[in-house]
């Protein structure tokens, strides 16, 4: 089975870092690009962050450059969203995704990925 366990998010005050995890089973997640994306209240789901399969290429939104880093655990088979100087903007819930074919670049969009996490809730709020 293919499965992607999310946790990480809650309630942080602007200007502070969160980290969001994203657990992977039943495949290796090194072989695969992956993505982490928002979705804000009435707003459609967009890239917040991919990054292609063995690291070799990421991308980040420009809203979040400098300010977000994604990157993978390999022995844990574990992908992570550092979100640092949050503001009351990247409030929403994210999703972590997944590749479902494995070697290619990672996509800023979400029909390239074909396995999703359940989502975590992210609020900024003072």
């Not at 005050?13 to 982490?36: K, M, N």
């Not at 074919?101 to 800023?108: D, E, I, S």
Request: hydrophobic letters at 30%; aromatic letters at 10%.
């Amino acid at each position: 089975q293919v499965q992607l366990v999310e946790s990480g998010g809650g309630v942080v005050q602007p200007g502070r870092s969160l980290t969001l995890s994203c657990v992977a089973s039943g495949f290796t997640l090194d072989y695969h690009a992956i993505g982490w994306f928002h979705q804000a209240p009435g707003k459609e789901r967009e890239v917040v962050s991919c990054m292609s399969s063995s690291d070799s290429s990421t991308y980040y939104g420009d809203s979040v450059k400098g300010r977000f880093t994604i990157s993978r655990d390999n022995a844990k088979n574990t992908m992570y969203l550092q979100m640092n100087s949050l503001r009351p903007e990247d409030t929403g819930v994210y999703y972590c995704a997944v590749d479902g074919l494995p070697g290619r670049l990672c996509a800023t969009s979400a029909d390239r990925y074909s396995y999703w996490g359940q989502g975590t809730q992210v609020t900024v709020s003072s």
